[in-house]
């Protein structure tokens, strides 16, 4: 009966043995894979790139760009996108892909606006990445047809290379007669775009941009005040200019 014990025991020295093999193991992987330890992606989109690696630097991620664009109502060089999204659990080490505002506007081409209608030629500069400034009266038979396309009062030529947001002032026929009445448009409450767009297709331009406080949104900004006010009978000239002041 002496040997029937001491293979028990064998047997359970080799079952502890497997089991503490596979302890190790378990461990020794759990260690390299860091299992179960997870860090937070910190959310830096709209955060200044420097700001944005020292977040990350010191949650332990790694982080690439790998895209610029640009947006003239964002903050240069700050983050527009990442992935993972904020508050994804990583583990430490994982490289967070970012795309940033680019520091400087690229370069597109000028469209031909002459002898183009004035909301055929707002379209073409939109998709052009370029917008339309002062809308400029001068007598012609074609009223609200293009006859010139300037910046800073010199023409610009087709295909000439401009930075890419830039505005464009418009030279238009009136259409042989004296400047037009046009209704004052209610501004008020109205993006900066949305009041922007509306002005242009009333044929007014924008005048004055004023900026009451801290703005962190520029796009989000509102018109809060008008001049010349809105009311219902009031009117002014085509091509006159509309003064905003906008705040948060």
């Known amino acids: 009966m002496k040997w029937i014990k001491t293979f028990a025991i064998h047997i359970v020295l080799i079952i502890l043995t497997v089991v503490a093999i596979f302890t190790a193991v378990s461990y020794v992987l759990r260690s390299a894979t860091r299992h179960g330890d997870a860090l937070t992606v910190p959310d830096v989109t709209g955060v200044p790139i420097e700001n944005a690696i020292q977040?990350?630097?010191?949650?332990?991620?790694?982080?690439?760009?790998?895209?610029?664009?640009?947006?003239?109502?964002k903050p240069?060089?700050?983050?527009?996108?990442?992935?993972?999204?904020?508050?994804s659990k990583v583990?430490?080490?994982?490289?967070?892909?970012?795309?940033?505002?680019?520091?400087?506007?690229?370069l597109?081409?000028?469209p031909n606006l002459i002898d183009v209608s004035l909301r055929q030629a707002?379209?073409?500069?939109?998709?052009?990445?370029?917008?339309?400034?002062?809308?400029?009266?001068?007598?012609?038979l074609a009223q609200n047809v293009v006859l010139e396309q300037q910046i800073n009062g010199s023409s610009i030529p087709p295909g000439y290379k401009l930075a890419k947001?830039?505005?464009?002032?418009?030279?238009?026929?009136?259409?042989?007669?004296?400047?037009?009445?046009?209704?004052?448009?209610n501004l008020v409450?109205?993006?900066?775009?949305?009041?922007?767009?509306?002005?242009?297709?009333?044929?007014?331009?924008?005048?004055?941009?004023?900026?009451q406080g801290?703005?962190?949104?520029?796009?989000?900004?509102?018109?809060?005040?008008?001049v010349p006010a809105y009311s219902f009978d009031a009117t002014v000239k085509a091509g006159s200019t509309i003064d905003l002041f906008l705040k948060q």
């Not at 977040?55 to 109502?73: A, G, P, Q, T, V």
């Not at 240069?76 to 508050?87: F, G, I, R």
């Not at 947001?165 to 448009?185: K, N, Q, T």
């Open 108 to 110: 597109v081409s000028m």
């Open 214 to 226: 801290v703005i962190t949104d520029t796009a989000g900004a509102r018109v809060y005040r008008q």
């Open 55 to 73: 977040l990350l630097n010191e949650r332990k991620l790694r982080f690439l760009i790998i895209d610029s664009l640009y947006f003239d109502d």
């Open 165 to 185: 947001g830039s505005a464009v002032d418009l030279v238009l026929g009136d259409g042989m007669v004296d400047a037009v009445d046009v209704a004052i448009p």
């Open 122 to 140: 707002e379209a073409m500069l939109k998709i052009a990445g370029l917008k339309a400034g002062q809308l400029i009266y001068k007598p012609d």
């Open 91 to 106: 583990k430490e080490g994982r490289i967070i892909y970012l795309v940033i505002n680019a520091d400087k506007a690229p």
């Open 189 to 211: 409450d109205l993006t900066y775009e949305e009041a922007r767009n509306l002005l242009s297709s009333q044929t007014l331009n924008t005048g004055a941009v004023v900026f």
């Open 76 to 87: 240069k060089l700050s983050v527009l996108d990442q992935n993972p999204a904020p508050e």
